[in-house]
Each structure stands twice: as C-alpha cells, then as structure tokens.
C-alpha cells in the first residue's frame, strides 16, 4: 500500500460531463490505498481460504428481477463483445452481452480462463464481492473523495492523473481504447482488453492503474451531480461520503430498484469518441448488483494521523 497525506483540493470538473459538476473544495484525512488494483491471484487467495462464491456466480431469482425472461435467471455476468462495425453509441446493448458461465474464473465466458493473467486486476466483481475481500482483508473500499485526490497524484486542477495532455510526447500512460469504439481498437497502447495492473507509469504519489484498465468500486451512493457546489457552504466538507442511497436508484427502472454506486478511473473502454472519462474527476453509475468484463477495484486503510503513516499495513 502507499500512504496518501490528506490535503484540500477542487474535487469534480466543470468542463466535461455534467455529473462531474460542480467543481468544490473538499478535505480528506490521509489514508494508505493500494498500490494497483486487486489482481486475480489476490483475489483467489482470498476465495480459495474463504469459499466465497461472486454474485456473478449465483443464479438471479425471479421476484428480484419482475419482467426477467425465465432463460436469463441463470448465473453469469456481462462481457464487452466488439461489433464488426460501426454502431449507435447510444445503444450499449450493441456491445454488452450477458454471458452464462461468465465470472471472475472465466472472463469471457465458458470455456475461457485466467490462465496466465495472474497480474491483471480482477474483474466480474459486484459491490458485495469486493467488500467482501476488503472485509477480509482488514481493510475498506475508499469514499469518491478519497479515491479521486489519490488519482490526482497531487496535481490540482490538472486534466489527467498525470497532467493536461493525454499522450504527452505520444507515450500512452493507460490503458484506454484508441481508434474508433467499440469496432476498431488500434491497440497502439499494446492492450486489446486488461493489461497486468502495473504496465503503466505511476502516478505522483507511486500508484499504478488509478485512470484506464478498469473502472473502480467506491463507496458512495451516485447522485447525477455534485450533493453542493462547497464554495457557497459555510465550511468544506471533511471526509465527504457522497450522495443517500435514495438518491442512487435509477430513474428509468423504476420497477427495478437497484440502488447504485459510483466507479472511479475509465476503463481499457473509454475511447475519445466514446466514454472520455479517463480522468480523476470522471465518474459513471453502476447498479450493486452489476458486474462486467471491465470493473475492478482497490481497498484502503484510514488513519486519523499522519504520524501512523509510519506504520505501514
């Protein structure tokens, strides 16, 4: 783990997608995170000492999911499935499909595995999953607050975990798509899916994979904007925790009342003509009871001094 010194910074942007906005002051205590995200062989001790079973791994019952075709209540979790041409953006299904037998073991489906991709982050974890683990491993999912300042790398305002240009002097500094999404992927950072969590450069405070590879659980409830702009508050709100639970459901599902969190980072799918939300301040909804090809996540441990940061975990 690496200690993050807790500090004061602009959290959101007000120049990309509206729920990024708006852009506040908030304060985070310091706090150790992971250095990269959970990686498969972290992930399969902890399964292999516990027995834990991923949601991605039980079959969904009917009265949880009212409207559900009976052949699709069976286990399995979505995978990203490139058409073979160009498609409506607006249409994710174009791109997703629900896979049975797909799950943290077997990441395309039946019939693939892990094998060889030990170093990759885990995916196909739903909320429950990684809390699961970070209970285990006496540690915590971070608060967005927290997990967007330890993106930054201490860089205020800049665009990127890592500053204003995406590909400074053309090297590439995480796995993101390029080309034209979700037909064409031109590869030109080396990676066509996940890449091993530390194959990119570190960011300034010495963590890897905190934008690209994959999308990042945390904490909070998603609320489709910042809870308060903190510059018309009287004070900046300390170790903020994001938005109720009542707030996250989504407005379209309404027979459906999954609540959802907030992910964190892009993912090796967020491309420039499509998903430009490979930057701190980016955040996208995710229903807790979802898991894909292309979500992972990282754990924390907090502290209440700066002192302790010498007392590594």
Same mark, same amino acid.
């Not at 910074?9 to 150790?32: C, I, L, N, Q």
């Not at 052949?71 to 041409?85: I, R």
């Given at each position: 783990?690496?200690?993050?010194?807790?500090?004061?910074?602009?959290?959101?942007?007000?120049?990309?997608?509206?729920?990024?906005?708006?852009?506040?002051?908030?304060?985070?205590?310091?706090?150790?995170?992971?250095?990269?995200?959970?990686?498969?062989?972290?992930?399969?001790?902890?399964?292999?000492?516990?027995?834990?079973?991923?949601?991605a791994e039980i079959a969904p019952?009917?009265?949880?999911y009212p409207g559900a075709l009976p052949?699709?209540?069976?286990?399995?979790?979505?995978?990203?499935?490139?058409?073979?041409?160009p498609v409506d953006l607006r249409n994710w299904a174009s791109w997703w499909e629900f896979r049975f037998g797909a799950n943290w073991r077997k990441p395309y489906g039946r019939g693939s595995w892990i094998k060889g991709l030990d170093d990759h982050p885990v995916v196909h974890v739903a909320y429950r999953d990684a809390e699961a683990y970070a209970a285990w491993v006496g540690k915590e999912l971070p608060t967005e607050a927290e997990w967007e300042f330890a993106a930054r790398g201490g860089l205020e305002g800049a665009e990127f975990a890592w500053g204003d240009e995406l590909t400074p002097g053309g090297r590439h500094m995480a796995n993101t798509w390029q080309g034209n999404f979700p037909y064409e992927n031109l590869e030109l950072d080396r990676y066509a899916r996940t890449?091993?969590?530390?194959?990119?450069?570190?960011?300034?405070?010495?963590?890897?994979?905190?934008?690209?590879?994959?999308?990042?659980?945390?904490?909070?409830?998603?609320? #489709?904007?910042?809870?308060?702009?903190?510059?018309?508050?009287? @004070?900046? &709100?300390?170790?903020? *925790?994001?938005?109720?639970?009542?707030?996250?459901?989504?407005?379209?599902?309404?027979?459906?009342?999954? #609540?959802?969190?907030?992910?964190?980072?892009?993912?090796?799918? @967020?491309? &420039?003509?499509?998903? *430009?939300r490979y930057r701190p301040a980016a955040r996208h909804p995710e229903p807790i009871d979802t898991s894909t090809s292309h979500v992972g996540f990282r754990c924390v441990v907090r502290t209440q001094t700066r002192s302790s940061a010498n007392d590594r975990p």
């Open positions: 783990m690496v200690f993050v010194p807790g500090g004061t910074y602009h959290m959101g942007s007000d120049k990309h997608y509206p729920e990024e906005a708006p852009v506040h002051r908030v304060t985070v205590d310091g706090f150790w995170i992971d250095e990269a995200p959970v990686t498969n062989a972290e992930f399969r001790v902890f399964v292999e000492a516990t027995g834990y079973v991923t949601f019952k009917a009265e949880d052949h699709m209540l069976k286990a399995g979790s979505l995978v990203f499935n490139p058409p073979a041409g890449s091993p969590v530390r194959a990119f450069p570190q960011n300034g405070y010495g963590l890897y994979d905190m934008i690209g590879n994959v999308w990042e659980w945390t904490t909070d409830w998603y609320a #489709p904007k910042h809870q308060a702009d903190a510059a018309k508050a009287c @004070c900046i &709100p300390e170790n903020p *925790r994001g938005a109720g639970r009542e707030a996250s459901y989504d407005p379209n599902q309404p027979q459906i009342r999954i #609540p959802r969190k907030v992910l964190k980072g892009g993912s090796h799918l @967020c491309a &420039p003509n499509y998903c *430009r």
